[in-house]
T-cell receptor, first 109, second 114 residues
Framework: AQRVTQPEKLLSVFKGAPVELKCNYS??????LFWYVQYSRQRLQLLLR??SRESIKGFTADLNKGETSFHLKKPFAQEEDSAMYYC???????????FGAGTRLAVHP | DTAVSQTPKYLVTQMGNDKSIKCEQN?????MYWYKQDSKKFLKIMFS???????INETVPNRFSPKSPDKAHLNLHINSLELGDSAVYFC?????????????FGPGTRLTVT
């Protein structure tokens, strides 16, 4: 079964601290993985995808097929990073996205 | 010049009523989606259309009926509304069914059933 697990509902850190938002997946084929972000009162938008291997707003994520993980990391959190973060898996054709439950990141001054 | 728009933004109605939510995209995309976000913020796909053809139909009560008059529009009609239908409904679009392509989301429609 295709599944995405984000074990933390809330991650609370202070500004300047490192951040790691965890994401594990279950998928029998070759997964395509994404991180989407929803800032307060804004629409959901793509943060990054694993195939592009890029860093967006200082965030990176590495696909670890052995551990079936796609954790999102940032070395120094900023207050403007506070948002809801969703890990998503595209699989089964038709560009269908399967989302994790989301993690709310709260960065305190 | 909004890419994906939804109307209305808020919808408050009583149980048993029938309501519709409209979605339009001006990105020239072929594929559109409906997602439901429940009170715990969990997002789940409901339907997807590619060039007016239904391609994804998840386990959704048949009180929910999507309609795509053209590839730029995907509407969601809900019959006999129930309390459990209260949620935020998001429309999204992507270039086509292949990919994986980024999906572009609308602002959401918050439906409250009383």
């Amino acid at each position: 079964a295709q599944r995405v697990t984000q074990p933390e509902k809330l991650l609370s850190v202070f500004k300047g601290a490192p951040v790691e938002l965890k994401c594990n997946y279950s998928y029998s084929g070759s997964p395509e993985l994404f991180w989407y972000v929803q800032y307060s009162r804004q629409r959901l938008q793509l943060l990054l995808r694993h195939i592009s291997r890029e860093s967006i707003k200082g965030f990176t994520a590495d696909l670890n097929k052995g551990e079936t993980s796609f954790h999102l990391k940032k070395p120094f959190a900023q207050e403007e990073d506070s948002a809801m973060y969703y890990c998503a898996l595209s699989g089964g054709g038709y560009n269908k996205l399967i989302f994790g439950a989301g993690t709310r990141l709260a960065v305190h001054p | 010049d909004t890419a994906v728009s939804q109307t209305p933004k808020y919808l408050v109605t009583q149980m048993g009523n029938d309501k519709s939510i409209k979605c339009e995209q001006n990105l020239g995309h072929d594929t559109m989606y409906w997602y439901k976000q429940d009170s715990k913020k969990f997002l789940k796909i409901m339907f997807s259309y590619n060039n007016k053809e239904l391609i994804i139909n998840e386990t959704v009560p048949n009180r929910f009926s999507p309609k795509s008059p053209d590839k730029a529009h995907l509407n969601l009609h809900i019959n006999s509304l129930e309390l459990g239908d209260s949620a935020v409904y998001f429309c999204a679009s992507s270039p086509t069914t292949g990919g994986p392509y980024e999906q572009y989301f609308g602002p959401g429609t918050r439906l409250t059933v009383t």
